[in-house]
Every structure is written in C-alpha cells, then in structure tokens.
C-alpha cells in the first residue's frame, strides 16, 4: 500500500476520539444539508408539478346565458386551449351527527374526458371512478377530518333541502387548498346529479385555458375579450374569476417553509462548518512538529499538502457513506411528511442522478474547502516555525488574570477564566455559533409566540360565538323564530351585508369587498385601530375599514369621503377608522345607514349568537343545537361556524410552518451544542498535558472536572446572553418577514416567555451536558498519559 | 577555488520589536567532502542556527551559503525540500520519527518524498540501511516501542535513506546515555569511512577523538576551529 496513504490511516487512527468527533459533526453537517437538498428538490417541482398536471384553467367564468353559447365554436377560437363547462356550488355537508361543514361541489361535463381541471383516482394518477348518476366523489382530504366514505351515503344540504348522496369513490383533486386546512370538503358529481342535488341548471361556469398566455395580466385580457365576444351572442357574464397564475393556493405554505428549510438549512450548515474547520484545524495543529520533520526530510509542500487532503478525504469518503442514504431517507420523509399535509403526492420516485452526484461531491469537497486554510496555513509553515513551536503563547493572558486577580474570586474560578480565555478565536467562533444558535431557536418561539398573538387577535375581534349566514335575506323575526327554544344564547344579534366595491377600486376582476352592517354600538366586534376611530353613531354616513380592505383600495386617508357601490345603489360615506383584524378585506358601516341605502325592507343574513357558557363543549353543543334547528326549519344557510373553528381554521393554516419553525430552530440548537462540546473537546484534549502537571501537582480529579466544567458554563452563559440579546432584533424582522411572506400582514413581534424559560433551560442543559462529557472524559485520562501525551 | 560547504560571510539576525538580535556574525566556512566536523558551543552561542543555515532550514539575513555548487539560499521552498532530500540527511535531538508509522515506513516514507530510488529498491535499501545502524530486528515496530538509542538509530537510518552525501546531526546524543552515545559516534565514524560528509553539534565536553574538526563557536561567531591531521 501507498506508504502515505498509511500515514494518513495511522494519524488517523491514533487519535480516534477526535477523528470520531470530526466524522460526527461532517456526518451532522451532511445529512442536515443533505436532507435539505434532497427534500427541496422534491418539494420545488412536486407540487407543482402535481398542480400543473391537473391542467388547471387559467379562469372561470359565470353567465346564466351559456344555452346561447355555442361551444364547439368557442373551442376552435385560436386564443382558447381548451374549455368546459365545470359547475360550482357552495353546499354544506354532515361531516359527524350534527356538524356541518361547507361542500364545493363541481359538476363535471364528463368523467371519461377530463381534459381539463382534472381530478385524479385516490393515492394515484389515473383517472378516476366514474361516478353514476346521483353518486359522488369526494376529495380525499375530507376524508381525514369526517365520517365520510366510499360506499355510504353523505348528508348534504342544499338550500332548505336535506339529500342523502351515496360516496361512489374517493378522488384527489391536488389542485385545491387542502380540505383539511380550509375546513371544507370537495365533491364531484356529473351534470345530471348536479341539477338534482343543487336544483340549479347546469352550464353555468365555463372553465378555460388560453393560448400563449404567461401572466395574470395576459389573462384578463384574453378573458375581457372572451366577455365582449360573449356580448355579441347577448351572453351577460356575472362573474370572472381568475386564480394565480398557474400556481398552487397553498404554494405560499410550501415556500414559506422551503425558505425555512433554506435558510436555517443554510444556518445549520454554516455552524456544522465554523465547527468541522475547528476540528481539523485543531487536528493539524497538533501536526505542526511532524511537517517540520516531514519537510526536513525532503517532502515538499506539495507532498505534505497530499498527505492531509488525503487524509479530510478519507474522513469525507466515511462521512459520506453514512451521510448520504441518512439524508436521502430524511429527506425523503420530510417530502412526504409536507406532502401529507398538503394533499399532494410525491411524484419523484427517485433522486435525479446528479443529486447524488452532488451529495457524493459535497461529502468530499466540503471537508476538504473546509480544511483548507488550516491545511494551507499547515502546510505554508517553515521547517524552523515547525520545529519550534514553542506551544501556547500565554502573553495575552497575563494582562487579564491580573484583572481577575482584583475581584478576588475563588482560585478556581480564576483558572477556569484564564483557560477560556486563552484561545480567542476559537472561543469568538464557539461563543458566536452557541449564541447565533440560541438567538434562532428562541427566535423560534418568539415568532410562533406573534402567530399565537395573531390568533388570539382573530378570537377577540369577534366575540360571538356562533355565526350563522343565510344565502338570502329575510326578514329578522322570521329568521330568529326557529332558534327561540336553544338552550345556552344569552343573545343574538342581527346583521346584514353583502358584495359592495368601492369607487376607487383597482382590481376590477375582484368581486368586491365584504360589506359589513351591524349595530353601530355592537360589542361583538374588537376594535383594534390603526388609524382613526369606530362609527359613532346610526345617522352619520361613516365607514371603518380593516387593514386588508384598506389594501386593497391603496390606504384611503382618514376623514376623506368614499364612494360605494352597494347593490347597485351609490353610498357616500367618510371613511373614520382602519381596523387592525386578520380578516379577508372587510367595510364596516352602522345598520341604519345600511339600511337607508340597500336594504328598506330591513332584511338581515346573518345571525350573531352570543352563549351564556363560552366554554367548548358548551358552545359546541350550542352549535350542534342551532343545526338541529336548522335542519327541518327550510332556512337556506350558507355556513354554520363557531368562532373557535374560525380560530382553527387560521391555526391549521399556520401549523405546519410553526411546528417546522420549532423543529429547525431545535436543530439549530443541537448542532450548535454539538458545535460548543467538541470546541470544548478540543480544549480539553490540547490541555491533556497540561492535566498532568496539573495532576503532577496535587490536583484532584475533582478539581479538573470542576475546572472544566466551570470552563464550559462560562462559555455557554456568555453565549447564552449574547444569543437572548441577539433574538431580540431578529424577532422583529423575522415576524415581519414571515408575516408577509405567509400572511401578507405584518406580524406584531412578541416576546414567549415560555420560549424564552424553555431557550434558558435548554441551553443551560446543552451547554452542561457539552462541558461535562469531556470534562469526565479529562479526568480518565491517568497523569502519566496525560504528560507523555502528544 | 570552492570548497564542497562553504559560508561566505554570514550573518543571521533576529528582530523582534526594535531589538535586532545577532545570532550569527559574519561567518566564514569551508567544509571539504568527507570531513567529520563537531560543532560545539555553549547555549545560545548559534550552533543549530548555523545548522540551519546549511540545511537551507533557515536563511542568512546576509551573505551566502553554497553547498556542492548550489547556492542554497536562492532555492525556492519546493525546491530546497528536493534539493535537501537528495542531499543532506537531518538527525534531531527529539521528536522526529513519525509516530504513527513503523520504522520501516519512517524509511520508506523520506525514500518515497524524494524519489531518487527507484521504488523496487527501497524496501531492500530500507532494510539494508536498519541493518547497518544495527536494528533490523525493529524494523516492523512503531517507534514508541523502541529505545530512545534505537529510535536514533531508526532517525539515523532515514536521514541515509536517499543517499545524500552530508549527514547534519543536531545534538543527536544529547538525551543518551554516555555508552549509547559512544555507539551512535562510532556510527557517525563509519559513516565518514563510507565517505559521507557528517557534521554534529554536539555539547558532549569530552571530545571524542574520531572528529576530524572541531569548531567552536562563541555569541555567533567562530572562537576557534582546530582540524586534527588525518591518521592514515
Ligand atoms: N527564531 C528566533 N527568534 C529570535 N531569536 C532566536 C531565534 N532562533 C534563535 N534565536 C536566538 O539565537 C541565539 C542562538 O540560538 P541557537 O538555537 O542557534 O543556539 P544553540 O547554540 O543551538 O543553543 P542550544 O545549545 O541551547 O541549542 C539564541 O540566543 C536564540 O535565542
Ligand atoms: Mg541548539
């Protein structure tokens, strides 16, 4: 064999504990950008690949005039890919006894020919179960959160109706938000069973894809001019509804934690780093001597240089071969773990062959860049530096024991000091990647603190309990006359509202802003403001908007006059509050003046109910109580929804992302405990000899272990300081980042006292645990080995 | 006219924060092939600093060093690591086998940097070698296991691994007992017999009478340099 090929296995093996160290933390840092690597290649193109391979339309449109329209023509129009019809419905449906939920239902033209806005077989790619008539297919994420299955019947409401519709099969329609998350469930029925469950006509919704369309904006044009055309025919179009451009609704979920995975993947690769250069850093330190003989015996620098890239390569080459499949399987899991959550299917069966190109590259190639300046620096050193190298220069730290010496602290104490003090760099970059960890995990908790925060908002601004929404309006008593028997309202109140848009408006496709009349004094609502106030009273033509609202029309000033539109009648309004409230955009206007615009007959839709007991069980047997009301009473309801749902609803759309934030910030922590106990290794293990003449000398095992464990929880204190100090600014920035990036708002930062009691104990522990095994380790080690130790 | 070693007035100074420290001063040297030269001096006097001026370790601050017609101070760092190989073997006081390696490697090791061997040969010179300096027998053992007499032997073996005409010796007996001493001179001897040039610096105050030289230095520079006539 390679008589330096033998070196290099023979320095590598005389120090195992090291070299183990070392192969830990590549194999830390590998695996953790490895799975990284591997679950964003799959992630990136895997949802949206399973979006795009449903061919979802680019826009739908509504007309109750389609029997004019001609659609064998339509279809040969150059601008037209393809086209259908796809009816769409809002129902409810019985998820359990009693409890309803919202159903979207599609009406498909024909099963056999999905062409377009396919829906795909359960767990699989091909086409689905065709469904007969008055069957229907559910989207399998319902099925996780119900009692629904294939097989049996489900309850649906349509309108005052009640209809027991068999389950002929399940679908997987990886083009919506998932069920789970949005609280609804999808079904798929054809044209004829649409009509009779909805007792709607069909062909009423057009679903179509454009030629040579790249953007929103294209869209709207080509789909204008679809509305003129439709004109000529004296087809009248109700709504355009264009979604974005060819990509998932959930895609904001996936990119947030793509970016998370990005970025703390990136974070912990740095730290495993800062950590792996250490080691071997320490290791050719210790090496000095030897490539002074090395040179003195005619080696040249090229030839030292060979002896220990060969020598990172080889710690690489086993890194690797542990790291790789470790990172495939994580990686893996994790793609599936995020798919799970996201209803879509992980098509990449296996890793593109460069991806393992790249892992193979990383494990060697890293180490070795890694090493390279200490190897260079090793290798640059003259044979006379070599030889006399005369060990730890102790100049710098005279000055300050002379400090300490002053405080007169214990004797111990002071050692333990000097000793971490005595190699500055290393002890900058194990504070600095101890302290960037801590900052990170209780950053962690501060933001999932803000996501909390914003809940809790969301649960004060509304203080009903129960809300129900009428598809139409009626009159209050006859609305209120089914609910007089329930048990647990303390009371309800009415509200009405509807679409309106406000002059101004940008977005001309929007189908508006939710308009909101309630009792001006109503203590139902919150009110956060940002700017200005609440309605004063019922005679003042006033409006509040919320944030989201006043988005949308640009940030209207304050005190300034709107003009609304609101069932076709023209409202002039001052507007005099903006509402901080996580809502879809939303204009808040007193009853009386509502009423005097659009609505003579004071209607009302929406039923607000206030229960005596607030707590779950009870407001959710409230709930069940209004259902079982509703069920015989022909009241058509859109949605029955408990507040505490609403909640939910926001939370399970956050989950995912806080327990990822959680999950990384954690592993944040350990690689960069792990990062702080092998800098502690180090120490100790450059100090073996000085443990011997320190030994030498009267000192007991007991003292050395106190020593050292001084030594380490000085060094995780500072850290811990630093890092709790650091969190601070980048919680803000983190909650504002992530709140646009998740939510389009800014998240309010807020301080997790529990994170933070947790962040304090768990590093406190990490950095214990990362002084005291090598400290135990220290005081093994007999006082003759320590002093014949090289 | 050149002598095989020679030292045109050298200098060697060392600065450290505005204090220049002359630790070598304008020697002048001339050491002819196949001499065996002692280099003594008390502590601090410049011994392996003039050492290190003709392995090319280190470089005169003025003046030049040339060896067999090579100006050693004008090599460039990868070159002098060839140039040394074939050139000049080292001996230290401490610390020089490489630990993790058998004796037998350490020698094939120095054969294999060079490569002025061809490599078919090299284990059979490493053994040939191991068997002159008498420790054959260890030749498969890690140099721990041995004796600190037998590990300078094994570092007096390598050093001869690539046949280099000029053998340096930096205190090589310097931690030995006075018998083992005797034995590792008498090697140095043998050595000189085979025409190898072999310079020591030794502190031993009874001089052995095998030296051909003997120059004494004294704050830098050379106090006296008494050469014995050659016997035969
Ligand atoms: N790199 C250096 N920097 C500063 N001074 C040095 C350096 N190397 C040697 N010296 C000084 O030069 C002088 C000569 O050193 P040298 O090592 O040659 O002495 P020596 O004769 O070999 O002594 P010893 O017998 O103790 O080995 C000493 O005073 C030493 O302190
Ligand atoms: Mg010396």
Do not use: C
């Amino acid at each position: 064999m390679n008589i330096k090929l033998l070196k290099v296995i023979g320095d590598l093996r005389i120090n195992p504990g090291r070299i183990i160290l070392v192969i830990f933390a590549l194999i830390i840092g590998l695996w953790g950008v490895g799975s990284i690597l591997v679950s964003y290649t799959i992630l990136g193109r895997d949802l949206n690949e399973n979006f795009i391979r449903t061919i979802p339309p680019h826009a739908a449109i509504t007309s109750r005039d389609f029997n004019k329209l001609d659609l064998a023509a339509l279809r040969k129009h150059p601008e037209i890919e393809k086209v259908e019809f796809r009816d769409f419905a809002t129902l409810r449906i019985q998820t359990h006894q009693d409890e309803w939920i919202p159903l979207w239902l599609f009406g498909v033209e024909d099963f056999n020919n999905l062409d377009l806005a396919r829906i795909f077989d359960q767990n699989s790619n091909s086409r689905p179960i065709v469904p007969k008539d008055e069957d229907m297919l559910i989207e399998r994420d319902g099925l996780r959160f119900s009692e629904l299955k294939a097989g049996s019947p489900a309850r649906v409401r349509a309108g005052g109706r009640v209809i027991d519709v068999p389950v002929a099969g399940i679908s997987f329609d990886p083009a919506q938000a998932p069920g789970t998350q949005d609280h609804l469930i999808y079904a798929y029925v054809n044209k004829k069973t649409y009509t009779e469950i909805t007792g709607e006509p069909s062909n009423q919704r057009l679903i179509i894809r454009f030629n040579n369309v790249k953007t929103t904006q294209e869209v709207q044009a080509a789909a204008d001019g679809l509305v003129n055309y439709f004109k000529s025919f004296g087809i009248t179009v109700d709504t355009i509804k264009i979604p974005k451009f060819m990509e998932h609704p959930h895609q904001w979920q996936l990119n947030t934690l793509l970016f998370l995975e990005g970025s703390i993947g990136f974070l912990a690769f740095f730290l495993g780093a800062v950590l792996v250069s250490q080691l071997i850093a320490a290791i050719l330190a210790r090496q000095i001597r030897q490539i002074g003989i090395l040179k003195a015996i005619g080696a040249s620098r090229s030839q030292v240089f060979q002896i220990y890239l060969t020598m990172v390569l080889v710690l690489g080459a086993i890194s690797g071969v542990i790291a790789v499949p470790l990172a495939v399987k994580s990686g893996y899991a994790y793609a599936y773990f995020v798919a799970n959550i996201l209803n879509f299917e992980v098509l990449t069966a296996s890793l593109p062959h460069h991806m393992y190109l790249y892992l193979i590259a990383a494990s060697l190639l890293l180490p070795v860049l890694l090493s390279l300046p200490a190897i260079l620096k090793g290798t640059r050193i003259s044979v006379r530096e070599a030889l006399s190298e005369y060990g730890i220069q102790q100049a710098s730290v005279v000055k300050k024991s002379r400090i300490i010496a002053k405080l007169s602290l214990p004797r111990n104490l002071v050692l333990a000091f000097e000793n971490t003090m005595r190699r500055k760099k290393r002890l900058a970059v194990t504070v600095a990647a101890m302290a960037l960890g801590v900052a990170i995990f209780n950053t962690g908790f501060n933001v999932q603190q803000s996501l909390k925060d914003l809940l809790s908002d969301v649960n004060n601004s509304m203080k009903h309990d129960v809300q129900v929404v009428l598809i139409n309006q009626m009159p209050k008593e006859e609305a209120l006359k089914y609910f007089s028997g329930i048990d647990n309202i303390s009371r309800i109140e009415t509200w009405n509202g509807g679409r309106g848009a406000m002059q101004n408006m940008i977005v001309s496709t929007d189908s508006g802003v939710g308009i909101v009349a309630l009792p001006y004094n109503t203590d139902l609502i919150g009110f956060r403001s940002i700017k200005g106030r609440w309605l004063s009273g019922p005679s003042d033509p006033e409006i509040v908007m919320n944030q989201e609202a006043a988005k949308m029309y640009d940030n209207p000033a304050i005190g300034n006059s709107q003009l609304l539109s609101i069932r076709g009648k023209q409202y002039k309004a001052k507007l005099v509050g903006i509402a901080d409230e996580f809502e879809k955009p939303k204009i808040y206007m007193a009853q009386e003046q509502y009423d005097a615009v659009a609505n003579p007959e004071h209607y009302i839709n929406s039923l607000m109910f206030v229960a005596k007991d607030k707590s779950y069980d009870k407001v959710l047997a409230l709930k069940k109580n209004i259902e079982k009301a509703i069920a015989p009473s022909g009241l058509q309801v859109l949605y029955v929804i408990m507040q505490a749902e609403r909640v939910k609803i926001i939370y399970d759309h956050l989950k995912i992302i806080l327990v990822t934030i959680v999950f990384f910030a954690l592993l944040v922590l350990i690689v960069s405990a792990v990062g702080m106990a092998s800098a502690t290794s180090i120490n100790i293990m450059e100090r073996t000899r000085e443990i011997g003449v320190l030994r030498a000398i009267g000192a007991t095992p007991a003292i050395i272990y106190n020593l050292f464990v001084a030594e380490g929880m000085i060094v995780s204190a500072v850290s811990i300081l630093l890092g709790l100090l650091l969190s601070w600014p980048l919680s803000i920035f983190a909650s504002k980042f992530f709140g646009n990036l998740m939510l389009e708002v800014e998240l309010r930062s807020s301080f997790s006292k529990s994170g933070f009691v947790i962040t304090l104990i768990a590093t406190l522990v990490f950095g214990w645990l990362a002084s005291r095994i090598p400290a135990r380790k220290a005081i093994k080690v007999s006082t003759r080995e320590a002093l014949s130790y090289e | 006219m050149s002598s095989f070693i020679q030292f045109n007035q050298v200098s060697r100074w060392f600065e450290s924060s505005s204090v220049r420290f002359e630790a070598l001063k304008n020697i002048d040297l001339h050491i002819e092939q196949g001499e065996h030269v002692a280099i003594i001096g008390k502590s601090g006097s410049g011994k392996s600093t003039l050492l290190n001026m003709l392995t090319g370790i280190d470089h005169p601050s003025r003046g030049t060093v040339q060896i067999n017609f090579t100006d050693v101070h004008t090599l460039n760092e990868s070159r002098l690591a060839k140039w040394r190989g074939e050139n000049i073997g080292i001996v230290f006081q401490f610390f020089q086998l490489i630990p993790t390696l058998s004796i037998r490697g350490n020698l094939l090791l120095a054969m294999d940097f060079v490569g002025s061997i061809p490599s078919n040969a090299r284990n059979d010179r490493a053994e040939a070698l191991l068997a002159q300096v008498g420790i054959l027998q260890h030749a498969d053992k890690l140099p721990a296991a041995l004796s600190g007499g037998e590990q300078q032997r094994a570092a007096i073996a390598r050093a001869l691994a690539n046949d280099p005409p000029i053998l340096v010796a930096d205190e090589p007996t310097g931690n030995l007992d006075s018998k083992t001493t005797e034995d590792i001179q008498r090697l140095f001897a043998d050595l000189v017999g085979n025409g190898k040039t072999v310079i020591v610096v030794t502190h031993e105050t009874v001089l052995n009478t095998e030296y051909d030289r003997i120059i004494a230095l004294k704050d830098g520079a050379v106090a006296a340099d008494t050469s014995r006539n050659s016997p035969q």
